[in-house]
């Protein structure tokens, strides 16, 4: 009889976000309305929740308070280590966001020929630089670019002034924090072709990848290493793109897709798709 034999699952890249800074394109008065905290959780809950990495925090009031139990572990109070030092695990990829460009206003124009009324619009943007670092060669391994904004329709109000309600801010952080996720699994675990079978193939993305029913993606060969004469940093592959594929069905782990006509003879196992 015979045992099907399965591959040890491997161990998640390890992911810190660090509180973002502020660039110098973000005015005095934008200062009093970024919440750098909100942005930070945000970044952690997307992460988290993409479950492709394994998150640890490096916010100071959550060092402090482990900190503060691994001394209270070496005390005569516990049986056990569950808090010992030495223990916290370190980041594979740390994640360095700046805040390039913030605007959070409100405008407010009187209505003609009323007294007191005003036509109120809020609007605003959020613009975040975060630069992806391998701890363990201390280089940069991309750099994401995001950006969102929001703006309401016009409001009649009985007055003028005031700032937008803060659950604007914390759409825009959700948004800028599921594009950097999005773009972080793309460099670390780049979107590969699982399997091919007649017009038929697999990708492993799933409902976590953005993907959508009817989205065209390009399918490209990797080609040989590209070193750099002068430091001999090896810049990557040159890719060769092959086909298209066109998303039939997303499932939450893995995705389907059709191959484009006249292609299906090239596409194999391991070609790596892009949007």
Same mark, same amino acid.
């Given at each position: ?73 070496? &005390? ?39 007294? &007191? ?37 016009? $409001? ?22 599921? $594009?950097?996720?999005? $773009? ?92």
């Amino acid at each position: 009889m015979s045992i099907a034999a399965y591959a040890a699952p491997r161990a998640k890249p390890v992911v810190a976000v660090k509180t973002a800074k502020i660039g110098d394109g973000v005015s005095k008065y934008g200062k009093k309305y970024l919440n750098l905290g909100t942005i930070l959780d945000e970044m952690e809950a997307s992460i988290q929740k993409n479950r492709k990495f394994t998150l640890v925090s490096r916010k100071k009031d959550v060092l402090s308070d482990i900190r503060e139990e691994q001394e209270f572990a070496k &005390s005569d109070l516990t049986a056990g280590n569950a808090a010992a030092e030495g223990q916290i695990k370190n980041a594979n990829f740390l994640i360095l966001p700046t805040v390039q460009d913030f605007k959070f206003y409100r405008s407010s124009t009187p209505v003609p020929n009323l007294d &007191s009324k005003y036509i109120r619009v809020d609007s605003g943007m959020l613009e975040v630089n975060a630069q992806i670092i391998d701890t363990a060669t201390g280089g940069i391994k991309t750099t994401f670019y995001l950006k969102a904004s929001f703006g309401t329709k016009k $409001q009649v109000v009985n007055s003028r002034g005031g700032v937008p309600n803060s659950v604007h801010f914390t759409k825009m952080a959700k948004k800028i924090a599921a $594009q950097m996720t999005d $773009q972080l699994v793309d460099a670390v675990y780049p979107m590969k072709i699982l399997n091919v079978k007649g017009s038929q193939v697999w990708i492993n993305r799933g409902k976590d990848g953005g993907l959508k029913k009817g989205d065209v993606l390009k399918v490209f060969r990797p080609g040989i290493e590209l070193i750099d004469p002068d430091t001999g940093e090896n810049l990557g592959s040159a890719e060769e793109e092959i086909g298209k594929i066109k998303v039939t069905r997303v499932n939450p782990k893995f995705t389907t897709a059709e191959v484009a006509k006249g292609t299906e003879e090239i596409i194999e196992k391991g070609d790596i798709v892009r949007e």
